[in-house]
Each structure stands twice: as C-alpha cells, then as structure tokens.
C-alpha cells in the first residue's frame, strides 16, 4: 500500500514498524515514547526520545520502530508543493501498488 502524505501523525505501539520508501528531506519529529530509525546507505542508527527529530538523509528504504508505545509527526522536506514529491509510506505486509 502506498500513501503520498503531506504531514502525517503515527501512533505506534510497542515494536510497531512504518517503512517509507522515496522519504529524503523528510522529517520525523517524536512526540512521545521512543522511536529506532535506520535508513538505507546511511551508517548510523537514530534514537530519537520525545521532543527530538531527524532529517531523513535517502530515498532509499526508511524504517521507523517504536521501542515502546509510541507517535511521531512526519513532515515532507523542502517546499516541493506536487504530491510527487511527498514521501510514501509502505505499510509492511500488505499489497505494492
């Protein structure tokens, strides 16, 4: 499944998974508990608690874990204003479209 997203707030629980694909510029923001984002040719992993972000660095493959419950705010980069430009969020498991 493929969402085209201009701002977007997840609600994750323990160990949930979000994995974005075509994300560079993006922005993760985490609003509560604690999320684990590891992204595609990029050699360190972030910790990121409530109150801190990452600018996401690839438009490779995204993943986004919630070490405990946990949401976060994902905002597009730049000021690309067509929704080409908006990251896609992939949720694992289900259909490609």
């Known amino acids: 499944m493929k969402v085209d997203l201009d701002e977007a707030t997840l609600s994750?629980?323990?160990?949930?998974i979000v994995k974005l694909r075509?994300?560079?510029?993006?922005c993760v923001t985490c609003r509560a508990g604690v999320l684990w984002?590891?992204?595609e040719g990029v050699p360190?992993?972030?910790l990121l608690p409530p109150g801190?972000?990452?600018?996401l660095e690839t438009d490779g493959v995204v993943l986004i874990e919630a070490l405990c419950a946990s949401s976060a705010t994902l905002r597009p980069g730049g000021t690309a204003a067509h929704e080409d430009d908006s990251p896609a969020l992939e949720i694992p498991g289900s259909a490609a479209a």
């Open 37 to 39: 984002i590891t992204q």
């Open 52 to 55: 801190s972000s990452v600018r």
């Open 22 to 26: 075509g994300a560079k510029g993006a």
């Open 44 to 46: 360190r992993d972030d």
């Open 12 to 16: 994750l629980d323990r160990l949930n």
